[in-house]
């Protein structure tokens, strides 16, 4: 039986409409997928660098806990002298009073450098209650790690060990429970009265940090070795019940073994969670204690990418169903089919690659009010979904490079942006010939205000000074807070001396105006020093150390004058 023209004629165009709309919508697909899939990577990366960032942070909280122990049990002591009853119990009270307001710490001692390194005071959890050890519990500690090494230390230095199990000395955890110990040097009136340590707990300490995590991400934490010391399957961690041997981070992601190896210090990739669903994976190196020690722990964070990849799912639906409705119409309205259909089927196909590439294309047939109209529409709007999608990644790309390189106080660039666009300031220099300034700006008895008026006025004052500061240099030139009261400014293109200091003193003369804080007028200096490239130095560090120098000259001026 012989077809007629038309009817052959509108079954291949129904062919082609289709096969063409099957590969705008895999290519769409396809390219939204990857992107989607680079951006969740950059991401998870971005959060994971804040991960540790904040790890960091929670480890120098552990420190200061420990340093203001150490300063409340000097100040108890008497010296070289023995410790007596009362002074024992005032140093206990101290501890229980720590303990209660840290969850994470199991046990808190001092352990005195005589006897081999016998306990002084030991208070520990114990179910719900807190407990000072009697003298008939207390051990000998000579031998331990925590001690011996914080005996080495400077005062004020503080030792982190490594986390591993707890011992059966640690009688406030559980046998397995991972812990670590942070110890500092206590001493009294110029003796070495013995060493401070706090036991923590490390799932109780990392569950701090897992419990600010977005939803739908995963936390990997292991030792400079590759055991697990955290992993959402418990019984990957060090120690868990029944193991039979190690579980190594290297072995379940061998990526991850350059990060052991010192050859990078952060990676991200995608691979299988080892069944069917396909994660991204961030890790990156957590540097802990002395520089010196090398020591280091791995953090990681993954994320499902169907999480991501969801959207771009239920658009290839609806390709899909749009693709049936367009081959049912084609069929029964083939002798209606004509070439008038290839010209905006071609212009979606040309629109949906551009899209995917990212160039920019021409209007849609959205106004028709056929399939071809409905598939424009359909097409359009998945257009303005992934559109929303990108935008809200780089959004929040945006919003954590911010943070990576600015100052959450004041605003300012912090020291990371500061000395990277030092370099190139020292480069261009080089190149032009010009002269390049450096100041160094700190506020004069700034601790004060903050012991009498408290931290908020202090960070009043802060802003203040950043304020200042900003609208005192020129437009041009960099403002930077360093750290506390430590203000920069990087002034280019210089072409004498003279003009630095000009720049310095105008600068101390808008600081020298007082602030009004708390209802009362408070005087605010300043101290100013300046130093030139290349005249006081030839590098970025040597330019920071001339001007803190010159910095603190002016401070000594100030203070004599």
């Excluded at 899939?37 to 960091?56: C, D, F, H, K, M």
């Excluded at 400079?224 to 190594?248: K, M, S, T, Y």
């Excluded at 990371?416 to 190139?424: G, I, V």
Aim: glycine share 8%.
């Amino acid at each position: 039986m012989r077809t007629s023209i038309a009817f052959r004629l509108g079954l291949l165009l129904a062919s082609f409409s289709v096969l063409a709309a099957s590969f705008a919508a895999y290519y769409t697909f396809d390219a939204g997928r990857s992107l989607l899939q680079a951006r969740a990577e950059s991401a998870l990366l971005g959060t994971t660098r804040l991960l540790v960032r904040y790890l960091q942070t929670g480890l120098g909280s552990v420190t200061r806990d420990a340093q203001m122990l150490t300063t409340v049990a000097s100040s108890l002591a008497h010296g070289a002298k023995p410790l007596n009853a009362q002074q024992r119990v005032a140093i206990a009270d101290a501890f229980k009073a720590t303990l209660g307001a840290r969850p994470a710490y199991r046990q808190i001692r001092l352990i005195g450098v005589a006897d081999h390194g016998l306990e002084l005071v030991r208070v520990r959890r114990q179910g719900e209650s807190i407990v000072q050890a009697k003298q008939a519990e207390l051990h000998e500690q000579a031998y331990r790690p925590f001690f011996f090494e914080a005996l080495r230390l400077p005062v004020d230095a503080s030792y982190i060990s490594e986390i591993n199990l707890a011992t059966p000395f640690d009688e406030a955890a559980t046998s397995s429970e991972a812990v670590f110990h942070l110890s500092m040097p206590v001493t009294s009136g110029g003796h070495l009265l013995g060493v401070l340590v706090v036991d923590v707990s490390a799932p109780t300490f990392l569950a701090i940090f897992r419990a600010t995590l977005p939803k739908g991400l995963d936390f990997y934490l292991s030792n400079q070795w590759g055991d697990f010391l955290d992993h959402p399957d418990a019984a990957q961690v060090l120690g868990a019940e029944n193991q039979g041997e190690r579980i190594l981070i290297q072995e379940r992601f061998p990526s991850v073994r350059a990060l052991l190896e010192g050859k990078q210090s952060e990676q991200v990739f995608s691979q299988d969670d080892g069944g069917t669903v396909r994660q991204a994976y961030a890790f990156a190196r957590l540097p802990y204690g002395g520089q010196e020690d090398g020591r280091f722990m791995v953090v990681g964070l993954s994320q499902r990418l169907n999480v991501v990849q969801n959207e771009v799912l239920n658009f290839g639906r609806r390709i899909l169903w749009l693709l049936v409705v367009l081959s049912a119409a084609a069929a029964l309205l083939a002798a209606l089919v004509s070439r008038v259909a290839t010209g905006p089927i071609k212009t979606m196909v040309r629109a949906t690659q551009a899209f995917a590439a990212g160039r920019s294309h021409g209007t849609l047939p959205v106004d028709r009010g056929d399939e071809l109209g409905e598939l424009a529409r359909s097409l359009n709007h998945m257009e303005q979904q992934i559109g929303r999608q990108l935008d809200e990644l780089s959004a929040r790309h945006h919003d954590m490079a911010h943070l990576a390189y600015h100052d959450p106080l004041t605003g300012l660039p912090n020291r990371r942006m500061f000395e990277q666009r030092l370099a190139q300031a020292l480069a261009m220099a080089k190149r032009t010939g010009h002269l390049c300034a450096l100041l160094f700006v700190d506020l004069d008895d700034f601790k004060a205000i903050n012991d009498a008026l408290g931290h908020a006025a202090g960070d009043t004052v802060l802003k203040a000074v950043a304020w200042t500061t900003t609208q005192t240099v020129r437009q041009s030139d960099t403002v930077a807070r360093l750290a506390g009261d430590e203000f920069t400014v990087l002034c280019e293109n210089l072409d004498t001396p003279e003009q630095a200091a000009q720049v310095a003193a105008k600068l101390e003369q808008a600081l020298a105006q007082p602030l009004e804080l708390n209802g009362r007028v408070q005087p605010i200096r300043a101290s100013v020093g300046f130093a030139l490239f290349p005249r006081d130095a030839k590098d970025a560090g040597g330019l920071m150390a001339a001007a803190d120098a010159a910095m603190y000259r002016a401070k000594q001026r100030t203070r004599g004058a």
